[in-house]
C-alpha cells in the first residue's frame, strides 16, 4: 500500500491547477480517494465529524448486496442446468462458474458504462467525481434478467446516468433511483426483450431444454392463474427470475447488515412489508380470482419486493428524509406493489413502478409531515400565550 501512496503522491502535482495534466484532477482524485482516505479537513464553519463518510457508505452497501449477488450467481447456472435437464450431473462449482461467467460481464459493462460518463461529466464541470455510481452499478445488473443483452444493458445505464442523475446535478441531486430508472427504460423501450419466459434463464443457441422445464417466473404463472410454487423455493430464491432478487433469504442477510451498520432505514423496510400486508389482506378479503386470493406473505417471496424493500425504496437521496414521511413513504410503496400486481394482470410485478411512483412523492410526503409539525407547534405557542 505504500508504494501505491507513493505513485498517487508523486503524480498529484501534476494534476493540480496550473499543472500540465490540471485537467484530469477529477480522475485522479476520484482514485486516490477509492484507496486512501482524502487528506482533506474543513478549514472554515461549523463542521460535524464522524468516521462516516459516502466512500464508507456505500461500501457497506456493496458489503450488503454480495449473498444476493453470490446466490444470483449460483441460481443463474442452476437455472441452466435444470433447463437442459443435466443438474443432476453438475456439481457446485460448475454451477456457480457458469453463472459467474453470465453475470460478470453484466457488471463489467454496467461499470465501465456508467463510471466512464460520470468521470466525463466530473472532468466537465471540474467537480470531483461521486462514489454513488459504485451501489448504482451493481444494483443496474441485479434487477436485470439474466439474458438481457450486453448492448442493452450499456443503453440502459447511459440513460440513467445521464437522465436520472446528470441532468439534475448529480450524486444526491437525483430525484429517482438510477438503477430503477434503467430497469423502466429497457421495460418500456425493449418490451419483447424484457418480458417472456426466455429472458430469466441463460441459454445458449444449442442448449436444447427438457419437455418439463418452465422459465416463467412464479409472479408471470400466477397472473395466468397458476398458483402451484414450492414456497421454500422461492424464499431461498432456486427459480427463474433478475439475477439478485430471487432469494429472499440472501437479501433479508443484507438487510440484517444495512441495520446493525444504520446505513438502511429500517423504517422504510418495515413499513413497506406493511403496506404490502395491509393491500395483501384487503385483497385476500374481496378476493375475486385466485392471484387476488394469494396469502399476502408470498407476494414477499415473489419477484422484487424484498429486494425493492430493503435496497431500492431505502435509497437516501430519492426516499422520504423525515421519520414520519419515512413511514408513509414505505407504506405507501408496499400497497402500490401488491395493487400494481394483482390488478393489473400484463406486469405481474409492481414493485420498480411503485417506487419510481413513490420516489416522485416524497418530496410532497416530507413537506406536509413538516407543516403538520409546524402547525402543531403554532398551536402549542397560542395555546401557552
Known amino acids: 500500500m505504500n508504494a501505491l501512496k507513493n505513485f498517487f503522491e508523486k503524480l498529484q502535482p501534476h494534476v493540480q491547477k ?3 495534466y490540471h485537467w484530469l484532477h477529477s480522475t485522479y482524485d476520484a482514485f486516490f480517494t477509492m484507496a486512501f482516505v482524502p487528506k ?3 478549514d472554515s464553519g461549523t463542521h460535524i465529524h ?3 463518510d459516502l466512500k464508507r457508505t456505500m461500501s457497506f452497501v456493496i458489503i450488503a448486496l454480495v449473498p444476493a449477488l453470490l446466490f444470483g450467481m449460483y441460481n ?6 435444470k433447463a437442459i435437464g443435466e443438474l443432476g450431473d453438475a456439481g457446485f462449482l460448475r454451477v456457480f ?3 459467474f461467467l453470465k453475470v460478470f460481464p453484466v457488471i463489467v459493462v454496467s461499470y465501465i458504462t456508467g463510471l466512464g460518463i460520470e468521470f466525463i461529466f466530473a472532468q466537465s464541470r471540474g467537480h470531483e467525481v461521486n462514489e454513488g455510481f459504485l451501489v448504482t452499478g451493481m444494483l443496474i445488473p441485479m434487477v436485470m434478467p439474466v439474458n438481457t443483452p450486453l448492448w442493452m444493458v450499456a443503453v440502459a445505464t447511459a440513460f440513467a446516468v445521464i437522465f436520472g442523475k446528470e441532468v439534475f446535478g448529480g450524486t444526491g441531486m437525483n430525484i429517482w433511483n438510477p438503477a430503477l430508472v434503467a430497469r423502466a427504460f429497457l421495460f418500456f423501450a ?3 426483450q424484457m418480458s417472456g419466459d426466455k429472458v430469466w434463464v441463460a441459454l445458449g443457441e444449442g442448449d436444447k431444454v427438457v419437455d418439463s422445464f418452465s422459465g416463467a417466473t412464479i409472479l408471470g404463472e400466477a397472473a395466468a392463474g397458476n398458483m402451484q410454487f414450492d414456497v421454500m423455493d422461492a424464499f431461498l430464491g432456486f427459480i427463474p427470475g433478475s439475477i439478485g432478487e430471487t432469494s429472499t433469504l440472501a437479501i433479508l442477510i443484507g438487510a440484517l447488515f444495512l441495520i446493525i451498520t444504520g446505513i438502511g432505514s429500517w423504517k422504510i423496510m418495515a413499513s413497506t412489508f406493511l403496506g404490502g400486508a395491509a393491500m395483501g389482506i384487503l385483497l385476500n378479503l374481496i378476493a375475486v380470482n385466485p392471484y387476488m386470493e394469494m396469502p399476502f406473505w408470498h407476494h414477499f417471496i415473489l419477484g422484487g419486493f424484498a429486494f425493492g424493500a430493503v435496497f431500492m425504496a431505502t ?4 426516499a422520504a428524509q423525515t421519520d414520519t414521511g419515512k413511514w408513509i413513504y414505505g407504506f405507501l410503496i408496499g400497497v402500490m406493489a401488491i395493487l400494481i400486481r394483482v390488478l393489473n394482470p400484463a406486469y405481474p410485478e409492481g414493485m420498480m413502478l411503485a417506487i419510481l411512483l413513490l420516489n416522485t412523492f416524497a418530496p410532497l410526503i416530507d413537506h406536509y409531515v413538516v407543516q403538520g409539525h409546524i402547525k402543531r407547534r403554532l398551536k ?3 395555546v401557552a400565550a
Do not use: E, M, N
Request: proline letters at 7%; aromatic letters at 18%.
Open 40 to 42: 482533506k479537513t474543513s
Open 190 to 192: 425493449y418490451p419483447a
Open 97 to 99: 462458474f457458469y453463472g
Open 50 to 52: 464522524d468516521h462516516i
Open 18 to 20: 496550473g499543472a500540465k
Open 315 to 318: 435509497d437516501p437521496v430519492s
Open 380 to 382: 402549542r405557542v397560542h
Open 76 to 81: 443463474t447456472g442452476f437455472q441452466h442446468f
